[in-house]
């Protein structure tokens, strides 16, 4: 599954990423369902196939169709991690609290107007409640609570919305019954370019949180990730993401471990819950996870340690921010897509992978809880009950993989999973509810 540079980096070229997209995603027919489905279980339906990307900031992937396309899978039916799936693999309760309905949050960028017909197919799905605009508990706005953006360029649209609609299955995923608000960042924002519109868009994205949590969002998700920026300039927006009570968090990166000062932002501010990411596998009715090899981590030396954060987690990163906090599965998700303004040929489900999809689910979780009041960054992750989250032992995030690094003999944690904190998978996956 190769991993260019540039998509590492998360900087990668706008044309690759909208050429994917605006290819012919192949469609899996009956008989291969099944294979495609064992795949999964075994956790190999990312390897086999290869990936393409989704978007050029954005930190998540699409299966390919097949080793060494440019095309998305796209089947007729759903063959990734369905909500069910992990809703059972983390330990997940039924129904919540009738009294209680959280609210959370995804900045996406660009517009995606049939947003709410192509989450209620996700819904449906997995026997979800409905959850549309009408009703109160579907809100999707500009970055500052006006109307949803209207299209304006299909190809960084139609890229855009992939995003969009792995984020909002995944908030629906882990938060059934919670209110989601889609904040739309411009497009333009999720495409590379020089410095001026580097910080223009880290402070889209800022605002747009802003607005979430004036719309009353719990929770917020980002899965975008900008390159490393100490910049006076960036320090300032930096600060605008401090929001004490609120679960502000982003995903760590989909390049594998890298050296000092070049994981993304946001994930590298102490006051964000950065969100890792596990491979699962199933035997039987038995679930196993792994650290996922492209999980981000690192250290990010400008900032401080992450907040709660135990003296020997900053330790490895000489006293500062050490990633990421905490993790959830990110590889062969099932996702339902159906917005295709530039090649009007759907992908409708793919399997997609990536930090892009733990961030969202771990931010319903944070908002299913309903104890975000106390949440400062990823304060409440490092002084969770015993117990609350399932640590993951095995795997690693350099390697064959990832040649590109090598992990540092005198800090291997930040790199490869054991028995506590690691870089990959932070102090693990959620184990049912008890540390929201």
Not at 115 to 130: H, K, Q, T
Request: with cysteine; hydrophobic share 40%.
């Amino acid at each position: 599954m190769p991993f260019s540079r540039g998509v590492r980096r998360a900087v990668g070229v706008a044309g690759v990423a909208l050429a994917v997209l605006a290819s012919t995603g192949l469609t899996a027919n009956a008989d291969t369902t099944a294979s495609l489905r064992d795949q999964v279980r075994g956790g190999t339906l990312a390897w086999t196939h290869g990936t393409v990307p989704t978007c050029d900031r954005c930190l998540s992937r699409m299966v390919a169709a097949a080793p060494g396309s440019d095309q998305p899978l796209s089947t007729d039916t759903s063959v990734g991690w369905g909500a069910d799936d992990l809703a059972t693999a983390l330990h997940m309760p039924v129904l919540d609290a009738p009294s209680r309905r959280g609210v959370v949050a995804i900045i996406s960028g660009g517009a995606y107007p049939i947003e709410e017909s192509d989450l209620a197919i996700y819904r449906a799905r997995y026997g979800l409640p409905p959850c549309t605009v009408a009703s109160g508990c579907l809100t999707i706005t500009d970055l500052n609570g006006g109307p949803p953006l209207q299209p304006t360029n299909a190809k960084y649209d139609q890229a855009g919305a992939a995003e969009a609609a792995i984020d909002i299955d995944m908030a629906s995923a882990s938060c059934p019954s919670c209110r989601i608000i889609d904040v739309q960042v411009p497009a333009i924002d999720g495409i590379p370019g020089p410095v001026e519109q580097l910080h223009k868009a880290m402070g889209d994205f800022t605002h747009a949180v802003d607005t979430a949590i004036a719309l009353g969002a719990e929770a917020v998700s980002m899965s975008f990730g900008f390159p490393n920026d100490n910049s006076p300039e960036a320090r300032e927006i930096d600060r605008r993401l401090i929001h004490p009570g609120v679960a502000v968090m982003a995903a760590s990166g989909d390049a594998g471990f890298r050296t000092t000062n070049e994981i993304t932002w946001p994930s590298d501010l102490p006051w964000v819950t950065s969100v890792g990411g596990v491979t699962l596998t199933q035997q039987g009715k038995d679930f196993s996870q792994s650290a996922w090899f492209a999980a981000g981590s690192g250290c990010d030396t400008n900032q401080g340690a992450a907040i709660g954060a135990p003296a020997k987690v900053g330790a490895l990163c000489g006293g500062h921010r050490a990633s990421a906090d905490v993790s959830a599965v990110a590889d062969d998700v099932a996702v339902y897509i159906g917005y295709a303004p530039y090649s009007n040929r759907p992908p409708k489900w793919i399997a997609a992978g990536g930090t892009s999809l733990s961030s969202p689910y771990l931010a319903g979780l944070y908002a299913r809880g309903g104890h975000t009041g106390r949440v400062f960054g990823p304060n409440t992750i490092y002084h969770a009950p015993s117990g609350a989250f399932s640590d993951v032992t095995t795997g690693q995030n350099v390697g064959d993989r990832v040649p590109e690094q090598s992990c540092p003999a005198d800090a291997q944690p930040l790199c490869i999973a054991g028995p506590g904190w690691d870089g990959p998978t932070g102090v693990g996956t959620p184990n049912g509810l008890s540390a929201f």
